[in-house]
């Protein structure tokens, strides 16, 4: 069992899917009549998170720019203090390591949660704006209630990959998947993956994801993000702490067929997660810089395009040079490949020179085949 368990981790020893499941895998996701995929508009998610700082008008503000920025969707937390963790203080409950140093977690969510009183009303506001909201459940009973507020898909969190009961419980509601992989081996993606397939969940998307706040650039790895569709079948994108909008927009010629960013109304603002996360005016330049990336990278194409036409008479072709009388040879002081390019095409110099002129021609003739004797 233990050598099992290490090639799982390893992520050596990666699964192929049965044939019973792939008939049932996707490659993309729906979320509201929305088709999320390669080829598709990228889907952008602003993060709430904890940027609310407990005032639901902040709530709502922050809604209302995330629609005004471009994100198709918001994106809450749905727990409490107690369904995440236990009210505890010794030494195993102290945050260690990040941001938070020194913070009892139990105190810290008590701090981050958003008031499950608040998430249908804050469903209804989004609704009314065009955006989809929806929410990363963290414990079963989390589930059920956004089950009854009917959001149109889940999200689960980096920290959730191992916990199996939950995804199962998740992937039973069949709505789409987006899941998170920071900090995930190969291996435990895949069981979570398995998981969620073989419960009846068979949309699923995975993000690629770097579990620090902020992440460093450099530990971005954005190469993972092909590698994940090729491993999975299933859609891709980026859950993105790094700092700016390079790092996202980057991804885009990865892949990403989603960029979630944690979103708040001023980095300024006391909340534990306001420090790293994306200004509305960042927002919206980062949503407007996507678009044009999507626009850039087309499709696979070596037609000429209707603006490059007109540039076609710019290529080099072959003039005469000087003067040629009739009846003289063609030498090399006579001919060039030369811009414009009305004339022959540059390869047929070679079978140019030598042959006579049947007419005499000024400098700055284009050469053409009824010309030559």
């Not at 001023?266 to 509305?280: A, N």
Request: charged fraction near 25%; charge should be neutral; hydrophobic fraction near 35%.
């Amino acid at each position: 069992m233990k050598n099992a368990k290490s090639s799982l981790d390893s992520g050596l020893n990666l699964k192929l899917e049965t044939s019973d499941a792939r008939m049932n895998m996707k490659n993309y996701i729906t979320i509201n009549n929305r088709k999320i995929s390669t080829g598709h508009p990228v889907y952008i998610i602003a993060e709430m998170s904890a940027n609310h700082n407990q005032d639901f008008g902040q709530a709502v503000k922050i809604i209302e720019a995330a629609k005004e920025a471009g994100a198709d969707a918001v994106k809450l937390q749905t727990y409490t203090p107690d369904t995440i963790t236990i009210n505890c203080d010794n030494e195993y409950f102290r945050i260690k390591g990040t941001i938070w140093e020194g913070k009892n977690l139990y105190d810290l969510y008590g701090e981050a949660y958003t008031p499950w009183k608040w998430q249908s009303k804050l469903k209804e506001i989004a609704d009314n704006l065009g955006l989809d909201l929806f929410s990363t459940p963290f414990d079963p009973t989390a589930v059920d209630f956004l089950e009854k507020m009917n959001v149109p898909a889940y999200k689960i969190a980096s920290f959730e990959v191992t916990d199996i009961p939950l995804l199962r419980k998740i992937a039973q509601t069949g709505k789409p998947i987006i899941m998170s992989t920071g900090m995930a081996t190969l291996g435990e993606i895949d069981e979570a993956v398995q998981t969620i397939r073989n419960t009846g969940g068979n949309q699923i998307a995975l993000l690629k994801c770097t579990s620090a706040y902020p992440a460093p650039v450099e530990e971005a790895n954005l190469k993972t993000i092909p590698h994940l569709a090729q491993a999975f079948g299933s859609p891709t994108g980026l859950s993105d702490h790094t700092m700016g909008s390079t790092v996202a927009i980057a991804s885009v010629a990865q892949g990403a067929s989603i960029i979630e960013k944690h979103f708040t109304l001023s980095r300024s603002g006391p909340g534990p997660d306001s420090s790293f996360s994306m200004e509305p005016k960042e927002f919206k330049e980062m949503v407007n810089a996507i678009r044009i990336v999507e626009k850039a990278l087309g499709t696979v194409r070596y037609e000429v395009t209707e603006k490059e036409k007109a540039s076609r008479v710019f290529r080099k072709s072959l003039f005469v040079v000087k003067d040629i009388n009739a009846g003289e040879r063609f030498t090399p002081d006579h001919v060039r490949a030369i811009r414009p390019g009305n004339g022959l095409h540059p390869r047929h110099i070679e079978n140019i020179i030598g042959r006579t002129a049947k007419r005499e021609i000024r400098r700055g003739s284009p050469l053409s085949w009824d010309i030559l004797g």
